[in-house]
């Protein structure tokens, strides 16, 4: 008993995460997002006091969802990216939605195709890349929270 409260456990690194990232703009330089999903579609713009969605001001539930938003576009990785010649076998043609987010002239395009074949994830595409990515469906989860927080009540 004594022999087994002396000897340590090996210690194991933390793996990281080195996949592309989705969107290569920093969530505090993006000035406009829109993001459609399925039939939805929403588009912000942001100035000094906060976010204008499709034209009005937006409430604090979903400028906070924005913000979740677009952190977890910055923050994601992918966890494979590949070569891929037919779109439509990952579902990207056509797409099941996109997010586009501009910082000035600058933007990037994540298009959303569809579930792996598993479920655990989703494919996507940036811009007119010809890599497909997979990435994990926190990206949907992330998107469906904020399509929550922005339909009307």
């Known amino acids: 008993m004594a022999l087994a409260l002396l000897i340590r456990a090996p210690l194991r690194p933390v793996p990281r995460m080195h996949g592309p990232r989705l969107v290569r703009i920093p969530s505090a330089r993006v000035d406009a997002m829109t993001v459609a ?8 713009v942001r100035h000094d006091g906060g976010w204008d969605v499709d034209g009005a001001p937006a409430t604090p539930a979903v400028a906070d969802a924005a913000r979740d ?23 990207l043609a056509p797409p099941r939605g996109s997010v586009l987010v501009r910082a000035g002239a600058r933007e990037d395009r994540l298009v959303i195709g569809g579930l792996t074949a598993g479920g655990d994830g989703v494919y996507a595409r940036r811009g007119d890349e010809r890599r497909v990515l997979r990435v994990g469906t926190g990206l949907l989860s992330a998107i469906e929270r904020f399509f929550y927080a922005a339909r009307p009540r």
């Open 37 to 44: 999903l399925d039939e939805r579609r929403i588009a912000l």
């Open 69 to 91: 938003l677009l952190d977890a576009l910055a923050t994601l990785r992918a966890l494979d990216a590949f070569r891929a010649g037919d779109a439509a076998r990952f579902g």
